[in-house]
């Protein structure tokens, strides 16, 4: 199983960008999609979720107001609209997948799948 994340590059102060990610390979149930990022020299951090059977979902304070977490349930795609970017959101942005309930969603490690990271780079 892969996931495939698209949609990064470089965009200026107070622009947007919109990044997907879809699986490929074989089918598997979903718990929760999420969205993290690292920047260098940084540890991975939890950036937005969204839980595929209810939709609810929840974002790092860093970016609440500023992007927004979605879902396509008939292709199995997620997407993060990402407004008002700032310059430390500049980072390698990774989609990731977690099969069951256990372990908190805001830990990377608890995912099972991640797709192969997509740059974003917002200059000032």
């Known amino acids: 199983v892969q996931l495939q994340a698209s949609g990064g590059g470089l965009v200026q102060a107070g622009g947007s960008l919109r990044l997907s990610c879809a699986p490929s390979?074989?089918?598997?149930?979903?718990?929760?999609m999420g969205w993290f990022r690292q920047g260098p020299g940084k540890d991975r951090e939890f950036v937005a979720a969204?839980?595929?059977?209810?939709?609810?979902?929840y974002y790092a304070d860093s970016v609440k107001g500023r992007f927004t977490i979605s879902r396509d349930n008939a292709d199995n795609t997620v997407a993060l609209q990402m407004n008002s970017l700032k310059p430390e959101d500049t980072a390698v942005y990774y989609c990731?997948?977690?099969?069951?309930?256990?372990?908190?969603?805001?830990?990377?490690?608890?995912?099972?799948?991640w797709g192969q990271g997509t740059q974003v780079t917002v200059s000032s």
């Open positions: 990731g997948a977690k099969r069951r309930p256990s372990g908190s969603d805001y830990s990377a490690r608890n995912y099972d799948y």
């Open positions: 390979g074989r089918t598997f149930s979903t718990y929760v």
């Open positions: 969204i839980r595929w059977s209810s939709g609810s979902t």
